[in-house]
């Protein structure tokens, strides 16, 4: 091999180490990508018993009930359709109802969301731009700008 051929072999080596890199980046964030959800989106979507999501809207008023263990149940809303979640831990300490929350986790066999996590609004003028947005999208949603 010349000098020049082994510079060409080095050069398309080391690209196809990048691209094997960047499918492999790709294939495992794929993998676990969470997509975000409004209660009435889920009615149209083919989300499967145990597939990871993101949930979000308004906490329905009138729906938190804790039980045993630091189970907490509650109900999350566009005002078009409601999702019934259950949740053990520690809620953040601004989850109350009639305001915005994102919760991860996964629909069980028995159809009620199972959340691993749930995020709530720091203050009184942030929701979550995914939910906020989703909102507006459907006029549901009026804050003073």
């Given at each position: 091999m010349?000098?020049?051929?082994?510079?060409?072999a080095?050069i398309?080596?080391?690209?196809?180490?990048?691209?094997?890199?960047?499918?492999?980046t790709?294939?495992?964030?794929?993998?676990k990508a969470?997509?975000f959800y409004?209660?009435?989106?889920?009615v149209s979507a083919?989300?499967?018993p145990?597939?990871r999501i993101?949930?979000?809207g308004?906490?329905?008023?009138?729906?938190i009930?804790?039980g045993?263990d630091?189970?907490v149940?509650?109900?999350v809303?566009d005002t078009?359709?409601?999702?019934?979640?259950?949740?053990?831990?520690?809620?953040p300490?601004?989850?109350?109802?009639?305001?915005?929350?994102?919760?991860?986790g996964s629909?069980?066999?028995?159809?009620?969301f199972?959340?691993?996590?749930?995020l709530?609004?720091h203050?009184?003028?942030?929701?979550?731009?995914?939910?906020?947005?989703s909102?507006?999208?459907?006029?549901l949603w009026?804050?003073n700008?």
């Open positions: 010349t000098r020049k051929q082994k510079r060409i080095v398309f080596g080391g690209l196809a180490f990048l691209g094997a890199a960047t499918a492999l790709f294939v495992a964030l794929g993998q969470s997509y409004m209660p009435g989106d889920l083919d989300v499967q145990g597939q993101r949930l979000g308004i906490v329905e008023k009138g729906s009930a804790r045993q630091a189970t149940t509650f109900a809303t078009a359709e409601t999702v019934n979640v259950s949740y053990k831990g520690i809620l300490d601004l989850f109350r109802e009639e305001q915005g929350v994102i919760t991860e629909f069980g066999p028995d159809g009620g199972v959340a691993d996590s749930v709530a609004k203050d009184e003028n942030y929701m979550p731009r995914e939910v906020a947005d909102l507006k999208e459907k006029g009026q804050h700008e």
